[in-house]
């Protein structure tokens, strides 16, 4: 026969089955989110690494020396100096 403390034992071990099963869903459910999180992350990543190399491309193109002498010439009117000559 059964006894009082085996059956005691017995469901006992049921709960503590059915507490970690639970335990399983949540943790797979809260593993699947921060999955997707890092996704989600991998992406913005990614899309801010071009636009960065977008802006840095700009930033150069924007201040070259030969941008920046025709809008000297066009916009300021200045000229550049020729060098003078040494006769001797």
Do not use: R
């Not at 469901?11 to 503590?16: A, G, R």
């Not at 809260?30 to 999955?35: A, P, W, Y």
């Not at 990614?46 to 000297?72: C, G, V």
């Amino acid at each position: 026969m059964i006894t009082s403390k085996k059956m005691f034992f017995f469901i006992s071990l049921n709960f503590f089955v059915l507490f970690l099963c639970f335990e399983k869903i949540k943790l797979s459910w809260e593993i699947s989110i921060l999955h997707n999180n890092y996704e989600n992350l991998q992406i913005e990543f990614d899309n801010l690494k071009n636009q960065n190399l977008k802006l840095i491309t700009q930033f150069h193109i924007e201040n070259s020396p030969s941008k920046n002498e025709k809008k000297a010439k066009e916009e300021l009117g200045m000229i550049k100096k020729t060098p003078k000559k040494i006769i001797k």
